[in-house]
């Protein structure tokens, strides 16, 4: 199946905001085996709204649509296309008494332009927000569909999670079962790793397919099954992995879709692991980042960022020779911070960071960019040097994900495999 | 003038990445007073860049588009776009000589396929990429424009700043200057605001636009002025500013457009303090704004993440009977947590949070979104409560900006105005 996203807002196409929406849509229409043709971001004006509709309609059958629900008068989504499947609004009594109980169970009044989200076309289906006041609309019409979901990303995802999908399935007679699973990779290239599975590849069952999904230093194999027989694609999804597991051993880190935190966190977690951060450059984001897992409390105690040489000292324990001899950014350093937070926050584990995230700052021998990493656990220390070129927040995050990806990799090193 | 922004990347249908390019680029037009009247994304297929041209060339005189121009053969942008405006492939020897000092500087190899970087379309003008190997392309035909640029942010935004924008002012005769002026509003909301600067709104000369541009709890207000008398220009928006502050006094925060974490560095540095942080449920987040900011070490000493309560005694020196009679999410333990950490990292102000950023661990007393927040300077701590509705991503976010603005109220409060 084939569909096309229409997001509308004028902050967008000022720069205001940032369109997080049509990346996770897309993403889970992904999953489903739909293809996602185009996006098009358009204004709040009518002429745009029913222009880009008959457009997308030209080349698809389905549009999904965020934005312009809310109850001021910028926002007319839901009059255009009332207008354009050519009906008349009308008082959902339905809409009207969640809503009620949505703002009662804010301690909120309703005024009459929230009264007004209750208003909706008479040629839609309305899917109840159980997040929200604004309603979803189903509409249909000579085969083709249309789904409208408000532009707030928390109530379109509980929407399209909730509701939407399904229908779409059950309206396109998509009744197959899909199963994914996915493998992440490191230690291989995207070209070097197709290769390593060329005959694997060629031996995949005709319902499977085989995604290459790459960001810096892994590459995640996704296997998608699609069928009517539910036991048969997770047997052979079993089956595929355990041959992928042979072919790429150790490579493997971890057998989910998450962020190099969230695959750190769990092998922390497995092994009954805890683990601290000494962060100068990095400025606290890869606590951030490990942090942002929900139940991370398990196995992270917390993190000393150490922006000045005196914090360094006083909460790491870096002596202060070592600092005027090396320099705040060199292996000595970084080594004596993981090793000095690990004692400090009494864990198994650490990484710190020391370096130059620029713009200003840098040296002819420490240029912007440049990063030391530690990793320890147990007793064992591992550092590198990080050579990072772009923009502060770019090296910034760079230097994160690597320093993850370190301990990760002394992780699947210690576990004697 | 108005363009429209074409974004290419099978990446981005699949939601693969998401798309930053579109967003920045629309706020850069829309400072120069250019508007963007849509953007699309496609993917890297031939006919569907075709038809995006013709279709938005339909609509509008200029085109910026991104995407597509790496060395691999499933970049097809460059080949298209010879096609579409009838050219030919040549190799360009400016461009080749560039790149191979590009790979030269970074010690690599120059291969067939980056070797194929030098081929453009002898019907456009390129324009060099200081920062990669992909050619930035103008094309000119009919009085339409389409520019070509890498996907790279980096490099997109080097080429828009450094030759792009200045050449689409040139051709479209634009020569006026345009100058900005941003003041960052608290404690108002926009309809509020609107209110009060009525009469100023309507006393604007015809060459100053005001803007107001909300982020939560904050509203821009951005004043643009244009026309070919710079002095004037800069005198006016000088004279306006002044007006702005003797309307709203205190209530303006900063003077210039920049995160709330860059505004508390600017009045923590014009004032010569320090600052340092002490986080549970935002887990570094606030430390990581604060860091974001180029020159940030001049403030900032570093942060405990306090995620166990072993952290909070030991390092924060929270006391154990409080922590065990009030709980970690509370009044007192985040107050104990501010007070902590200024004295432990030796500032003058500090910034607490505690609370249950979610999904799990939330009680009906303390339900998931309840953050306790301190702020402190000198002698006085502030803390209030937050009830954050959303993911656990949102929660983190929203109370780290919240948690800011907190202390940027209180050192507004303090300047004695």
Redo the contacts between chains.
Sequence with gaps: MKTEIIVIGDE?????????N?????????KQGW?????????DGAE?IKEAIS?AFSRVDTILMTGGLGPTSDDVTKPVLCEYFGGRMIFDEMVYEQNLRYFAGRGLQMNQSTRRQAEVPDVCTVIPNPVGTAPIMWFEQEGKVLVAMPGVP?EMRVAMKGDVLERLRRHYGDNDAILHRTLMVFRNTESGLSERLTDFEAALPPFVKLAY?PIPGVVRLRLTARGNDEDLLQKTLDEMVEKLRTILGDDIFCDEDMTLAGALGKMLKNRGLSIA?A?S????????E???I????AY?????????N??KE??LGVPADVLAQHGAVSKEVVEAMATGVKQ???VDCAIATSGI?????GTPEKPVGTVWMAVCCGGVVVSECGHFA?????I?ERATQRAIMMLIDMLCGRSGK
Excluded at 35 to 43: A, D, G, N, P
Excluded at 390 to 394: I, K, L, N, Q, T
Aim: proline share 1%; charged share 15%; aromatic share 6%.
């Design positions: 967008l196409l000022i720069g205001q905001v940032i369109d997080t049509s990346k996770w849509m897309a993403a889970e229409l992904n293809e996602v043709t185009r996006i098009t971001t358009i204004s745009d457009s928390h999904l951060t962060e450059c990095t400025g606290g984001n890869i606590a951030h490990i942090t942002a929900s139940g991370s409390s992270f105690n917390g993190s000393v960022v150490a922006y000045s005196e914090v006083s909460l400090a926050l009494n995230a620029g713009p200003d700052g772009g923009s502060r927040a770019y910034i």
